[in-house]
Structure formats: C-alpha cells, structure tokens
C-alpha cells in the first residue's frame, strides 16, 4: 500500500512539467480571417483555404462572407 492509504493512484509526473512556453511555439500557418499567426498544438478549424481561429469571432466572420445573416421564418 502506498502512502496515505491510497492505492492503484495513476503517477501524476506527466503534469510536472506544465504547459509549453507559447513563446517557443513554431508559427505553422495564418489565420484567414484575422490574419494572426496559427502556433503548432493551438485548435482551428481547417478549410481548403487554410487555418481559422476558433477564437475572435473569426469562425462567423469568415461564414459571413458567404452567407447572409437573418432570422428564419
């Protein structure tokens, strides 16, 4: 048995180290809305044309230059 009686505990080391410095993040694309940087491991949206955010609004900026925004009904 472990200490502090818990046993079958998963090693927690993995989180020692912490996140990635964004500084040391390689650039790997260009957002096509805002036209920001698109750092390795960040979350997009991929299209044919490229990288989106999946912050700022840059999702329903790009949308909007195909559609029109109403109200249905």
Known sequence: MKKGGEKNMPSLDRFS??????????????????GGEVYEGE???????GYLHDEHNCIRGYIANFATEKVAG
């Open 43 to 49: 979350e997009v949206w991929e299209t044919d044309e």
């Open 17 to 34: 180290q912490g996140f990635a410095d964004p500084q040391e993040a390689r650039v790997v694309g260009e957002c096509l809305c805002c």
